[in-house]
């Protein structure tokens, strides 16, 4: 939300036209805006230091939300670190020139080859989920000479009202340790001679626009880490994940980075451990969007489909989630209106043939993508003028957009275009589609 400003001539990012740049690097294509990154960032970095917090919080960007070299360059050098999740995304940040001392390395399943890279890295910390990763990390360890740093991510069985998919605090997800084992199994950890126990972690799922959940799983992990100083296992830092949502429409605001972070600061305040922070979405999710090309229009009985150039593989989360992306024309003339307002009078005027809505020359669209599945929608029920060649910018794409893009289709991945100011820097050129099968080859012959 709130990326574009509207001129006489179209949607701008910053300085540039986002018809010049359809013009310049071809649709479909991912454009970002350099100072909504910056802002997103410093929004952290002002929350933690008017809360104290400036000497002793780690932002680690959670890089799997949009791993564009480009976006990690830029946010290494606005000193933050990275929390990472496989040996690709340790590969990424550092050719990026992020810090491995900020690093973090969280997930379910981590191979010994990752365990190696990331210790000759030297990361900041393991974020370790189950008794089965400690043994195998303390065995890889011992085999370097070396000792891992090491934090235990607990389930705090906390329901964070989000998306099933997206939720991982609760008891039956398959991520974290269960509280009830945690104190054990940090005695353990305490008793292997390559691992040094360093931290705590917690994540409980993604997209949360209350902050109360996480503030409730803040209790239960600070009270674990309280037993554990009593125990003679002091913890150097809490690490309290990432999850922040953003709005992606008009009826569903997200709260301030100040707002979503006061009641989870508020229980860290007197205590002397440093503070690590996962976000992701909430960096980059509205500092980007997919700027798309309507090629067909199907008007139809029941439904109107606007076939764009964009699709599923370029952006699957409405089909994953069913999640809501605003849609909004970017030709000259069209003033984005508030989406909310249209959709009303979408469906009130819905099941009648024409389809028309109370706006001239608006009708309700489908918005879908030419992949050869049902499910390939990009947005539902749009009221819009719409002509073929007409563009479109799909709002808040910036994060698990391009970072879950595919070639299903055997279609090439987008462009990624990055706006500073009046400049715009191609961060990621389109792919060929001869390149898509360069790893192939087909049986020897007879
Ligand atoms: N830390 C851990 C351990 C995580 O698993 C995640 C996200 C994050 C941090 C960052 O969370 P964020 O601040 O971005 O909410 N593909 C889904 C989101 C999956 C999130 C997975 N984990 C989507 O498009 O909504």
């Known amino acids: 939300m709130h990326l574009t400003t509207s001129y006489p001539d179209g949607l701008y ?3 540039i036209a986002l018809t010049d740049i359809a013009t310049r690097f071809g649709t479909p294509c991912y454009v970002y805006s350099r100072a909504a990154l910056a802002a997103a960032y410093s929004g952290y970095r002002n929350a933690l230091d008017a809360q104290g ?3 002793r919080a780690l932002i680690c960007y959670a890089v799997k939300a949009n791993a564009s070299l480009a976006i990690l360059n830029l946010f290494a050098n606005l000193g933050a670190g ?7 995304e340790l590969a990424r940040v550092l050719a990026a020139g992020g810090k491995a001392e900020k690093i973090v390395f969280s997930g379910v399943g981590k191979s010994r080859a990752e365990m190696r890279a990331a210790l000759a890295a030297g990361i900041h910390c393991f974020n370790v989920e189950s008794a089965s990763e400690l043994t195998q990390l303390n065995a890889v360890a011992g085999e370097l000479g070396t000792c891992a740093p090491i934090s235990l991510r607990v389930n705090p069985n906390v329901d964070p009202k989000t998306h099933p998919y997206i939720s991982t605090g609760l008891k039956d997800a398959k991520f974290g340790i269960a509280m009830d084992a945690a104190f054990a199994l940090y005695q353990h950890a305490a008793s292997l001679p390559h691992l040094a126990v360093k931290g705590i972690d917690c994540h409980i799922g993604s997209q949360l626009l209350d902050p109360a959940p996480a503030a409730e799983a803040m209790d239960k992990v600070l009270a674990l880490a309280d037993q554990l100083a009593v125990a003679h296992i002091p913890l150097t830092h809490i690490d309290v994940g990432g999850g922040m ?3 992606y429409q008009p009826d569903k605001p997200a709260p301030t980075v100040a707002d979503y972070l006061a009641p989870i600061l508020a229980k860290l305040s007197d205590r002397h451990e440093q503070l690590v922070l996962e976000p992701g979405r909430s960096l980059v999710g509205n500092a980007g969007l997919l700027l798309t090309q309507v090629m067909v229009l199907k008007p139809g009985e029941e439904k109107n489909f606007a076939i764009v150039d964009a699709a599923m593989n370029d952006l699957m989360r409405p089909a994953l989630y069913d999640a809501f992306h605003e849609i909004v024309k970017v030709g000259a003339g069209d003033t984005p209106q508030s989406f909310e307002s249209d959709r009303r009078e979408c469906r009130a005027v819905s099941g009648k043939p024409s389809w028309r809505t109370a706006k001239h020359d608006e009708q309700c669209w489908e918005i879908v993508g030419p992949v050869c599945e049902s499910g390939d929608f990009l947005g539902h029920d749009r009221a819009l003028a719409l002509a073929e060649g007409d563009l479109l910018a799909i709002l808040s794409a910036g994060a698990y957009g391009m970072a879950m ?14 706006v500073d100011g009046d400049q715009v820097h191609l961060i990621r050129r389109r792919e060929e589609v001869a390149e898509l099968f360069a790893l192939e080859s087909v049986l020897p012959a007879g």
């Open 82 to 88: 990275f929390d990472i999740v496989s040996g690709g």
């Open 405 to 418: 893009a595919s070639n299903y289709n055997t279609r090439p991945r987008a462009a990624e275009v990055m």
């Open 245 to 247: 949502g953003i709005q």
């Open 53 to 55: 917090f400036g000497n």
């Open 13 to 15: 990012i910053e300085g």
